[in-house]
């Protein structure tokens, strides 16, 4: 027996996760001979460097350490709840301006977690403190959580969107097909803006969601919560669509919780998420979780997050949103010039930073020519480019691998694919589309 290849000692999740998920395993392929000046990533979920406010974390830095009356033992271990000056300043964020529509009186029903290491750790809590069993989500999938619930022992049931989110008489439909199968939903994961199309969920299919968890727990007789990862929603750039309501305000039954996180709006390096619901075991349980996984956020950077939101959150958002809404536009101006031709359709453009093409009949997965041409893997020279001097690749996110493989939406998956214009420049985005338009070309003329 050699520790390599063994792996009897691991436990499910161990055994599953020490085959890399095909999206790392693509990325870490992409990342190792990345050349920073030829090739252009539209893979990532990266935020835009330039959104970053550098000089706003210095001086909230400074601030933080020279008030330890206000901000007591920064350097320190916190609590596992969250720092108590940073749960205030989000309860006040989301008031003072009028987040979601949530009012005091709402608020003060809810208690405010701050989790471990950004939203996906809260995400990562909730998969342990529940039971194991069917986790309803809308296809296209967030794949990377899906596929670490799958990996944790979960089901995982996507019920395809339309252009306001998750289908929900197409899910009235599933559940009525699963029939005795409904008593193992454990819980629903939804995304406001979806990753990975930027579909905003409507207001009315939020309150129909928590309506339908509402009825499953009452037939079943336990409590099926419904998350909502609003991750992007801060992003929301296009001036024409609803403004979203917070799916706590229709919560009778106390089965509605919003994950937020300030990585989009501030730096991901911070890894500031939060949780706002019904006090209660799910909650304490995610405290608990908290101390588990390394006691508290670091304190230092929940303070100065905290000093940053008191102070410039609106006119922060304010520019994030300018920025995004202008590269937004001019990519879709590309999408639609170069490659109208060859698409069905295309998701994205009102909120986040990915738009979402599907080709009439273009495949874009990892074995498909599109794909060869674009990470010049063709064998061809002539498309790839000399050894040592490869032509200029761009890095995607296959459809393929955002559908969810048991869902309805499995072949046109072959033909979308996700394109970020949040990390690259104008000018680095104008020439991706111009590639990918080659790499249509291309696929065509191997037919
Ligand atoms: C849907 C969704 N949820 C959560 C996250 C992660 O947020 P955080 O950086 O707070 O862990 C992301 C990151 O891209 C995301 O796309």
Redesign the pocket.
């Known amino acids: 027996m050699t520790m390599d290849s063994d792996t009897g000692f691991l436990s499910q999740y161990g055994r599953l996760s020490a085959e890399p998920s095909p999206v790392a395993r693509m990325m870490a392929a992409f990342a190792a001979d990345f050349r920073d000046d030829v090739d252009i990533n539209l893979g990532v979920?990266y935020v835009n460097e330039n959104t970053i406010p550098r000089a706003l974390f210095e001086e909230a830095l400074h601030e933080v350490l020279a008030n330890p009356r206000k901000y007591r033992v920064a350097l320190n271990y916190g609590g596992p709840a969250g720092s108590e000056n940073l749960i205030e300043s989000i309860r006040r964020f989301h008031l003072d301006h009028g987040i979601g529509g949530l009012t005091d009186d709402v608020l003060a029903r809810k208690r405010i977690i701050v989790g471990p290491?950004?939203?996906?750790?809260l995400?990562e809590g909730i998969a342990h403190v529940l039971k194991p069993g069917i986790v309803i989500t809308a296809d296209p999938i967030?794949y990377?959580?899906c596929n670490f619930l799958e990996r944790l022992g979960y089901q995982v049931q996507a019920v395809a969107e339309d252009e306001q989110g998750l289908d929900t008489d197409r899910l009235e439909a599933a559940l009525r097909d699963m029939g005795d199968r409904r008593r193992h939903i454990r819980f629903f994961y939804v995304?406001t803006v979806?990753?990975p199309t930027c579909t905003v969920l409507s207001n009315e299919r939020r309150r129909r969601l928590v309506e339908i968890a509402a009825r499953l727990s009452r037939e079943s007789g336990v409590a099926i919560p419904v998350f909502f990862?609003k991750?992007?929603e801060h992003l929301l750039h296009d001036p024409e669509v609803e403004s979203p309501r917070s799916a706590l305000l229709y919560d009778e039954e106390g089965l509605a919780y919003e994950?937020g996180?300030?990585?989009?709006i501030l730096a991901?390096a911070l890894?500031?998420?939060y949780m706002i619901g019904p006090p209660g075991p799910l909650m304490k349980a995610m405290v608990q979780k908290t101390s588990d996984a390394g006691f508290s956020a670091p304190l230092v950077n929940q303070e100065i997050a905290g000093y940053l939101l008191d102070r410039y959150v609106a006119e922060q958002i304010r520019k994030v949103n300018a920025g995004y809404r202008e590269k937004s536009a001019a990519t879709r101006q590309w999408i639609d010039s170069d490659l109208g031709p060859w698409l069905a359709g295309c998701r994205g453009g009102s909120a986040g930073f990915y738009y979402y093409p599907t080709f009439q009949s273009i495949e874009t997965h990892e074995a498909s020519a599109f794909f060869r041409f674009l990470s010049r893997t063709t064998g061809d020279p002539a498309v790839d480019g000399a050894a040592g001097a490869r032509n200029p690749r761009v890095a995607y996110i296959p459809g393929q691998i955002c559908v969810h493989r048991q869902g309805e939406l499995v072949d046109v998956g072959r033909r979308q694919l996700r394109l970020s214009y949040g990390f690259e420049d104008l000018p680095r985005i104008r020439q991706a589309i111009h590639l990918i338009k080659e790499a249509a070309e291309y696929a065509a003329s191997m037919r």
């Not at 996180?261 to 989009?264: A, E, N, V």
């Open positions: 979920g290491n950004g939203a996906t750790s995400l967030y990377i959580y995304v979806n990753n990862d991750a992007y994950i996180t300030l990585s989009k991901p890894r500031i998420g």
